[in-house]
């Protein structure tokens, strides 16, 4: 079971409140329902505790007794292959391949651009144009499939529903042709994990 409520845990993920590499990571905790703490960064004493882990001082990183592990990807496919139930990955090797090549795109074209970002205001246009046209561009393909790589809820999924949710506050609005899309955003959001793994501020995100 899953908590951030006592730090009794042998597994430990830093994260921030609000990046949305930090927020793929709890999504996969909770997907996975590892008893692990989420412990939110916020403090100078945070900071000064995640430094002598992390050489980089940033989120995400996952501490699982003597293992230290930084990097959103790195951490997802660990606790992939160290959780394998339910299963994140596809169990072929082709299959695999294609989810690893996904994630990259996601991270290209998306997801690296908004890593630092703070405020939304500090959002170019262009970067807003592309991903907009990008969603637009995939969102046919969810009137065949119910996620990114088929009918099976996968990694790839953990690390778009971050990027969906955050649309409104980016400042990006898809138009009609995207509502397979939309569709699937509402699917990513209604499954228990992603709910539990909003902090507040991303909670609020929807609210406003």
């Known amino acids: 079971m899953t908590t951030d409520t006592t730090r009794n845990s042998h597994m430990v993920l830093f994260s921030a409140k609000q990046a949305i590499h930090s927020h793929s990571c709890r999504i996969v905790v909770y997907e996975k329902e590892v008893d692990c703490y989420v412990h939110y960064v916020t403090t100078d ?48 090797p082709v299959s695999r391949g294609r989810a690893r090549l996904y994630i990259e795109r996601v991270q290209r074209d998306w997801l690296n651009d908004l890593k630092n970002i703070d405020d939304p205001r500090s959002l170019t246009p262009i970067i807003r144009q592309n991903i907009r046209d990008g969603l637009l561009a995939i969102s046919p393909a969810f009137d065949e499939q119910t996620y990114m790589l088929g009918n099976e809820y996968t990694l790839v999924d953990c690390y778009m529903a971050p990027l969906l949710w955050r649309l409104p506050w980016l400042g990006i ?13 509402d ?8 709910s539990s793994s909003l902090s507040d501020i991303e909670r609020e995100i929807r609210l406003s």
């Open 45 to 92: 004493s945070d900071h000064e505790e995640l430094a002598e882990l992390n050489p980089y001082n940033e989120t995400p990183t996952l501490v699982d007794r003597e293992l230290v592990l930084f990097d959103a990807r790195i951490i997802n496919e660990y606790l992939d292959e160290r959780l394998p139930h339910p299963p994140l990955m596809p169990v072929d």
């Open 187 to 194: 699917r990513l959001f209604e499954r228990p994990a992603f």
């Open 173 to 185: 609005e898809l138009p009609k042709q995207a509502q397979p899309i939309l569709d699937y955003a």
